[in-house]
T-cell receptor, first 111, second 112 residues
Framework: GESVGLHLPTLSVQEGDNSIINCAYSNSASDYFIWYKQESGKGPQFIIDIRSNMDKRQGQRVTVLLNKTVKHLSLQIAATQPGDSAVYFCAEVYNFNKFYFGSGTKLNVKP | NAGVTQTPKFQVLKTGQSMTLQCAQDMNHEYMSWYRQDPGMGLRLIHYSVGAGITDQGEVPNGYNVSRSTTEDFPLRLLSAAPSQTSVYFC???????????FGPGTRLTVL
């Protein structure tokens, strides 16, 4: 089956620094990719998505990069804040109906 | 709007018992889905629905049934609970397939 994985299970950054969370995927037939943030005890929250025909997309303080050559996805968070501490998941979407999630990266922001 | 609501928040079952996890949304979303999340893992899709009367299987459908009689509700049924179904269950909805999904707060289920 498809696999979506993350390079680092835990990432610690200093407040104010930029964070980069990585994700690898194995299937090139996806329609698009999504990044979610999940705080403890809560459901995932949509951050940003990117269509498979795009290389880069920017949101507020976040940028997603898609490298289809090496099947790699990354989420960049600028000026990381304590409120950014959470688990971040990438998800691969097929046929706009089926979502496959990675195992997650825990981001710790040190004040 | 209440968004996506799930009940109960916590549930303990014995092996072989049945129960229904409730999910409702008040955003008139067509697409709804159920996921399970196990420790240290991402979410895995159980079943999804693209509209009332239409359901389909996801990645891990075995042991679960769903129905979609209304746009608002998408219950998940466990006919005979097994310890392997111990997990946190999330329901999600979106206005159309491919759009941003909104997740409920989750149901933590333990099967003894």
């Amino acid at each position: 089956g498809e696999s979506v994985g993350l390079h680092l299970p835990t990432l610690s950054v200093q407040e104010g620094d930029n964070s980069i969370i990585n994700c690898a995927y194995s299937n090139s037939a996806s329609d698009y990719f999504i990044w979610y943030k999940q705080e403890s005890g809560k459901g995932p929250q949509f951050i940003i998505d990117i269509r498979s025909n795009m290389d880069k997309r920017q949101g507020q303080r976040v940028t997603v990069l898609l490298n289809k050559t090496v099947k790699h996805l990354s989420l960049q968070i600028a000026a990381t804040q304590p409120g950014d501490s959470a688990v971040y998941f990438c998800a691969e979407v097929y046929n706009f109906n089926k979502f496959y999630f990675g195992s997650g990266t825990k981001l710790n922001v040190k004040p | 709007n209440a968004g996506v609501t799930q009940t109960p928040k916590f549930q303990v079952l014995k092996t072989g018992q049945s129960m229904t996890l409730q999910c409702a949304q008040d955003m008139n979303h067509e697409y709804m889905s159920w996921y399970r999340q196990d420790p240290g893992m991402g979410l895995r899709l159980i079943h999804y629905s693209v509209g009332a009367g239409i359901t389909d299987q996801g990645e891990v459908p075995n042991g679960y049934n769903v129905s979609r009689s209304t746009t608002e509700d998408f219950p998940l049924r466990l006919l005979s609970a097994a310890p392997s179904q111990t997990s946190v269950y999330f329901c999600a909805s979106s206005s159309d397939r491919g759009n941003e999904q909104f997740f409920g707060p989750g149901t933590r289920l333990t099967v003894l």
